[in-house]
Structures are given as C-alpha cells and as structure tokens.
C-alpha cells in the first residue's frame, strides 16, 4: 500500500490549502487517519487525527482553523487548512494507523506560508 499526498505549496499568511492523502488499494483494520508535520529543526508533531468512527483530534495550535476529514470508502483522508500562519510551515505527512499492525505513511508534501 502507498499513501499519496497532494494539495501543499506557497500561499500568502491568511490564505488557505487543502491538503488530500489517498491510498493506492483499500486497507483494512484501520484505526485513525492522521496528518502530521514537521518543520525546519522540529521534531514531528501530530496536527489532527480522525478515527473510522469520526472522533477527532486537534492540537491546539491548529484549533479552529484546521479541519480533518476521513472517506472510510474512498480511503482518503483531507485537511483544510485555513488562516495559514508562517509557523505552520513545514512537511505535512499523512498517516493511517491500524488496529495491531504498522501505520502506513505517505512521503510528504511542502506547505510553505510567507508573511
């Protein structure tokens, strides 16, 4: 299985991207669908998880401006990102964890905001 990112690039601090994951074949056993970031000489962080029951999660520094969403049919898993800051520059990663079993992780796509 391969996870596919798409949707980073430049946008202006205020401005808004959509980030989308897809896997190339359905996986089972899935627990959550997650994106991740990690910024220059940052350590990985979770920025928002959704389950297959669609509980989610958000850090607090993405609260309110950032929306998950997960397509347990399509197996796709999106972020909305919204009044981008250029602290939320950085590597997005996708990921999908699964019940007892390794996560899948996508190679990661560049969201860069200027001020």
């Known amino acids: 299985v391969q996870l596919q990112a798409s949707g980073g690039g430049l946008v202006q601090a205020g401005g808004s991207l959509r980030l989308s994951c897809a896997s190339s074949?359905?996986?089972?056993?899935?627990?959550?669908r997650a994106w991740h970031r990690q910024a220059p000489g940052k350590e990985r962080e979770l920025v928002a998880s959704v389950t297959v029951g669609g509980d989610t999660y958000y850090a607090d520094s993405v609260k309110g401006r950032f929306t998950i969403s997960g397509d347990n049919f399509m197996n796709t898993v999106s972020l909305q990102m919204n009044s981008l800051q250029p602290e939320d520059t950085a590597v997005y990663y996708c990921?999908?964890?699964?019940?007892?079993?390794?996560?899948?992780w996508g190679p990661g796509t560049q969201v860069t905001v200027s001020s």
């Open positions: 074949r359905s996986i089972l056993d899935i627990r959550a």
């Open positions: 990921q999908v964890t699964r019940w007892g079993l390794p996560a899948y």
